[in-house]
């Protein structure tokens, strides 16, 4: 299977600023999925306590699975907790990582490159203006002759 997105490997600080927003795109999806699933959980057992609460001859059997929910929403929170926890954690390395890559990036290969493509710029600019003058002294130094126009076409 050949994955539809390059990997950046032609340096590790642009691999380590994109790995980086990757971790920060997961961590926000799992939150986002943690923090709906919980919530569906703990009203599903609300639904079982409140109609159970709510008769007022309730058997054993009805108070122990009152109990059973009500503990079910602690360990729901709990594990909430715990989640957000590590998806902190995750997301923190990832802020870092994205930023340490991308000031690594700037400072130590873009602005090389940026200094690389100036300087074949400015090389370019010279072997342009130098081209400029060599015309520019070949056509003064070579004098047509209006009398002989054959010689402008042989030229």
């Known amino acids: 299977m050949t994955p539809s997105l390059p990997i950046p490997t032609d340096n590790i600080y ?6 980086g927003l990757a971790l920060i795109m997961a961590s926000i999806f799992s939150y986002v999925s943690i923090y709906s699933s919980s919530l569906d959980r703990k009203v599903k057992y609300m639904e079982v306590i409140i109609p159970l609460e709510a008769n007022a001859q309730r058997s054993k059997a009805d108070n122990d699975l009152i109990e059973l929910n009500k503990t079910l929403i ?3 929170k709990s594990n909430e907790k715990m989640a957000k926890i590590i998806i902190g954690v995750v997301l923190g390395t990832g802020i870092a990582l994205s930023a ?3 000031h690594k990036w700037y ?3 873009q602005k090389r490159d940026d200094k690389l493509a100036q300087l074949q710029i400015d090389k370019l600019e010279v072997e342009v203006t130098k081209l400029r003058t060599e015309l520019a002294i070949s056509i003064v130094s070579s004098p047509v002759s209006v009398d002989e126009p054959e010689n402008i076409a042989h030229e």
Do not use: Q, R
Not at 14 to 19: I, W
């Open 14 to 19: 642009k691999f380590a600023c994109l790995f």
């Open 74 to 76: 602690e360990v729901s």
């Open 100 to 102: 340490v890559g991308a």
């Open 107 to 109: 400072e130590k290969i």
